[in-house]
């Protein structure tokens, strides 16, 4: 039986690069395979407010229309797979949102 742990912290101009996004007018969301208690965690140290949190778990029972509602109020989103990243960015561009990824 063994135990390992690792940490693996956010850049240390993260900060700093979310508050210049949002003075610029950029709304940010964050796309993690992360757990939600670890996104909540990086998000709070990070000083970047979350307005709505989805689950991967949720994600895979939704219809592209109920996602493409969900990605205009939701902020973060844990637990993602990289196709459902692939669905949640196609939500945003055709809700007429300019991506960068």
Known sequence: MGFI????P?????????????KAGVEVKVLTGDNELVTR???????????????????????????????EEANVFC????AQKGRIINALINNWHVEAF
Request: hydrophobic share 45%; net charge negative.
């Open 10 to 22: 956010p850049e240390e101009t993260a900060r700093e690069s979310l508050q210049l996004l949002s």
């Open 5 to 8: 742990a690792f940490l693996d």
């Open 79 to 82: 637990r993602v797979t990289p």
């Open 41 to 71: 965690k990086v998000c709070e140290h990070l000083g970047f407010e979350i307005k709505g949190i989805v689950l991967g778990s949720e994600l895979a029972q939704m219809h592209d229309d109920a996602l493409a509602r969900v990605v």
